[in-house]
């Protein structure tokens, strides 16, 4: 099973390599690539003329790095990722969104409802808190330590720190 490799911002725009300035809006994306989810970081002229084909995507600005660290992606954004991953197969996306559904049932956006068996494998079924609808996730069976790895990977991308959620 491959590891992504996502780094946080490098704090310039991918598509030009000129730096952002402090407070600076500018558009963070994950690019698939054939080795994973790469974060690129996209200043908004860049954004605006080139449109580059990205996976996912939110806006956010250049932190001050004299402030306290701001949390840049509420839990909307975080519903939208676990949607958008929903049809996806392969096996990193799979782990991927369990890992995600598990950070969203701890914010309470998401309320177990129970699991069966479908095709061999486990799914879980799941609330969306505030909806009348339910969605269900494969069960990857990932180890506590993949659970805490994929966790990490996902506030580096995210630039959140999920370690008091999962």
């Known amino acids: 099973m491959a590891d992504w490799e996502i780094k946080k911002t490098l704090g310039q725009c991918s598509?030009?390599?000129?730096?952002?300035?402090?407070?600076e809006e500018y558009?963070?994306?994950?690019?698939?690539?054939?080795?994973?989810?790469?974060?690129?970081d996209f200043s908004a002229a860049y954004w605006n003329e080139q449109k580059p084909p990205v996976y996912c995507f939110w806006k956010t600005k250049m932190p001050n790095p004299e402030q306290k660290k701001r949390v840049f992606v509420d839990d909307e954004m975080l519903m939208s990722f676990f949607e958008r991953l929903a049809e996806e197969t392969d096996p990193e996306k799979i782990n991927f969104r369990f890992v995600?559904?598990?950070?969203?049932?701890?914010?309470?956006?998401?309320?177990?409802?129970?699991?069966?068996?479908?095709?061999?494998?486990?799914?879980?079924?799941?609330?969306?808190?505030?909806?009348?609808?339910?969605?269900?996730?494969?069960?990857?069976?990932?180890?506590?330590?993949?659970?805490?790895g994929l966790t990490s990977q996902m506030g580096?991308?995210?630039?959140?720190?999920?370690?008091?959620?999962?």
């Open 15 to 23: 598509g030009t390599g000129r730096e952002f300035a402090v407070d």
């Open 100 to 148: 995600l559904m598990l950070i969203l049932m701890r914010k309470r956006r998401l309320k177990y409802d129970g699991c069966a068996l479908e095709d061999g494998r486990e799914v879980w079924t799941v609330k969306v808190t505030g909806q009348d609808r339910i969605e269900k996730v494969a069960n990857p069976h990932l180890t506590e330590d993949r659970i805490e």
């Open 156 to 166: 580096q991308i995210l630039q959140m720190d999920f370690e008091e959620s999962v």
């Open 27 to 40: 558009f963070a994306a994950l690019v698939e690539t054939p080795e994973g989810f790469v974060r690129q």
